[in-house]
């Protein structure tokens, strides 16, 4: 079989080259791995993306959080990487693997009492001794293992070049309990990775190292560990 | 295997080639040969044009019928003194009684050389065979095309047009010259009859050959420091990648010959 087969041009990436790619972006564009509310990340910058805190009543300039992802690898159908049996790699579909931090910015709050102290000095006192209270502030983190799968999908970068994206599909976040914080953090973490995944458009042309024009007619296919693509010049 | 794949089968490379042979447009030389007695100065434009192209494992390019285009200016400077005798009468002097000594002036005819003109167009169809080059000089690969050896130029015809068209803008020159014009013409008429075809060869081939000889069609040509992507704000710095390594050759892959481009790549 012919690489062009019916078509004029040929293109293929392998997962190699497809994750070095990834790499290069994170690296020189790291803020789209690192995303905290402003107690976190005051300001964006190419490291990191500053968001609004989670408001909530009560809570003196909301909940301050921060999401950092470590570089996703991607595996291309067949499959080598592995994931937990929740998923399977299908024809024409990719796998990741990628490690998350999540960190909340903990306070204790102040409460306004009501109705008014008689002696507006005057503190309650805790009956709680110190060592079992909560500390007034604390960076609570925890890190995930998280695997997801997906497909890919055409769309244009914004300069308009012909481009991929890799659009999530599922997501898993293995020995969790109980089931159902599971399935809360993976709805959670779904919707960031698809939200991430989305902004990191490849053009084709890179995915060819620039070589020859291609007007995909057929693909970008995901086989053999490889995208390819097959058009007219 | 590779990391990445780029393949064109053969009509992909005709319109690579077609395209990339365009790109290089008409290029123009200009200098001095000999034909026969006369001098020639010339300025020569050719384009050249893609013919069919044949990719043949593992590195040869064949393009056959690859269409040159030439448009060539001769001016000619042609020495009267070549076939007229230079005339000089010395001067004579006579004594005359009572009027004392009286000289002729001395009188030397240096016929000059005429310039002629002449202005011929033409095309050539050759076969040529190329191989491919890859190279990484200054930052840049770049996988050309490089012609493998110098092709045998057939002019046919275009030698006795030639012949033709320098004998009627001589005879356009010389004729309207005073006594001597019409035995001009048929003087350079002769001249051109014995160069003949052997000769106008011997003066194309070397004004000619050299558009084909030296040719490099480029194939492929980007920047080691690949760009990704561009930077499309302060935050968002362009992406690059590092091409460590390009090579190309052609294949036969199932029923198709292939002209295979592969390269490796790291962030």
């Known amino acids: ?233 | 295997m590779a990391e990445i794949i780029a393949a064109l089968d053969e009509k992909g490379a005709n319109k690579l080639l077609a395209t990339a042979i365009a790109i290089i447009g008409p290029k123009t030389k200009s200098g001095s040969g000999t034909l026969g007695p006369f001098v020639a100065n010339y300025s020569i434009t050719g384009t050249l044009t893609s013919g069919n192209v044949d990719l043949i494992p593992p590195n040869t390019i064949r393009i056959v019928d690859l269409r040159l285009d030439w448009s060539l200016s001769l001016s000619f400077g042609f020495d009267l003194s070549t076939i007229l005798p230079d005339i000089h009468i010395p001067q004579v002097c006579i004594d005359i009684p009572c009027v004392g000594e009286v000289c002729t002036p001395e009188i030397s005819i240096d016929w000059p050389t005429i310039t002629i003109p002449v202005s011929f167009s033409d095309f050539l169809k050759t076969t040529a065979d190329f191989q491919l080059a890859i190279s990484l000089s200054g930052g840049k690969w770049k996988v050309e095309a490089v012609i493998l050896a110098i092709p045998n130029l057939q002019f046919g015809a275009t030698t006795v047009a030639l012949l033709a068209a320098i004998g009627a803008a001589a005879t356009i020159v010389l004729l309207p010259i005073p006594f001597i014009g019409p035995f001009l013409a048929l003087a350079v008429d002769a001249i051109l009859a014995v160069i003949a075809i052997g000769g106008v060869t011997g003066f194309l081939g070397p004004i000619i050959t050299p558009f084909i000889s030296g040719l490099r069609i480029p194939i492929y040509e980007q920047p080691q420091q690949f760009e990704v992507l561009p930077a499309t704000s302060a935050v968002d710095p362009k992406v690059d990648i590092v091409l460590d390594l390009v090579a190309a050759e052609i294949q036969h892959n199932g029923l198709e010959d292939e002209l295979v481009l592969t390269a490796d790549i790291s962030p």
Not at chain 1, 192 to 201: K, P, S
Not at chain 1, 217 to 224: A, N, R, S
């Open chain 1, 1 to 233: 079989m012919s690489l062009t087969e019916a078509e004029a041009v040929f293109a293929s990436i392998h997962e190699t080259a497809l994750n070095d790619l990834l790499t290069a972006f994170f690296t020189d564009r790291p803020r789209y791995l690192v995303y905290g509310s402003p107690s976190f990340v005051p300001v964006t910058t190419v490291a990191e993306t500053t968001m609004p805190a989670i408001a909530f009543p009560g809570v003196p300039g909301g909940i301050q959080w921060r999401i950092r992802l470590g570089i996703p690898s991607i595996d291309l159908f067949k499959q080598t990487m592995q994931l937990p049996p929740e998923l399977s790699l299908d024809p024409g579909e990719f796998g990741v693997g990628l490690d998350v931090e999540l960190c909340l910015d903990c306070h204790r709050l102040r409460i306004d009492p009501r109705p008014p102290r008689e002696k507006p000095n005057e503190r309650k006192e805790e009956k709680r001794p110190k060592d079992e209270r909560h500390p007034l502030q604390e960076v609570t983190c925890c890190r995930l293992k998280v695997f997801a799968v997906g497909h890919l999908e055409r769309v244009m970068t914004v300069t308009g070049e012909d481009a991929i994206v890799f659009a999530v599909d599922a997501v898993e976040i293995v020995d969790i309990k109980p089931d159902r914080l599971e399935a809360v953090l993976e709805c959670l973490l779904f919707m960031i990775l698809q939200a991430v995944f989305a902004e990191v458009r490849l053009p084709l042309r890179a995915l060819r190292a620039g070589a020859f024009q291609l007007i995909p007619v057929v693909g970008p296919l995901i086989e053999d560990d490889r995208i390819k693509m097959r058009g007219n010049l």
